[in-house]
């Protein structure tokens, strides 16, 4: 069994949607916008000279991801930026941690978060009684 195992939902049209939008966003972030900034860089830098063409959008996006690959390369295989798991506990912990989700109550409603935090605020202000108590009556 893979143990970092990830599930992923997308509720109706409106996940759809914003799926879309997420994907559209990390293309236009990570490939088209450094793709534009190198066709601007080299175009600036070549301008005055005839010899070598100028670059379009398409080019500079191939020039942005073989800046990207080199970089990768010479970097040792070794990503700047990592996705992972936190390894920190031990796997008996992972299993009571996974049980104890297992057996709590899903607050999946504005209703029942409501119900949560109105229990929260009622228990500190039961703390704060309890401290706030003389000595003689918190022995009783």
């Not at 798991?85 to 709590?104: F, H, N, T, V, W």
Request: with cysteine; proline share 3%; hydrophobic share 45%.
């Amino acid at each position: 069994m893979n143990r970092n195992f990830k599930v992923i939902t997308i509720n109706g049209i409106r996940g759809m949607i914003t799926l879309v939008f997420i994907v559209l966003g990390l293309i236009a972030g990570f490939v088209i916008s450094p793709g534009w900034a190198c066709m601007q860089i080299w175009n600036h830098i070549f301008e005055e000279s005839n010899t070598i063409a100028m670059m379009n959008l398409f080019e500079g996006i191939i020039l942005w991801a073989i800046i990207a690959l080199v970089l990768y390369a010479v970097n040792n295989r070794k990503p700047l930026i990592g996705f992972g798991s936190y390894q920190g506990l031990s796997p008996e912990q992972i299993k009571e941690i996974m049980q104890r989700a297992r057996q709590s109550e899903v607050f999946n409603t504005v209703k029942d978060f409501e119900i949560m935090k109105k229990e929260t605020v009622e228990n500190k202000e039961q703390a704060q009684e309890n401290s706030e108590a003389t000595p003689e009556e918190q022995r009783r």
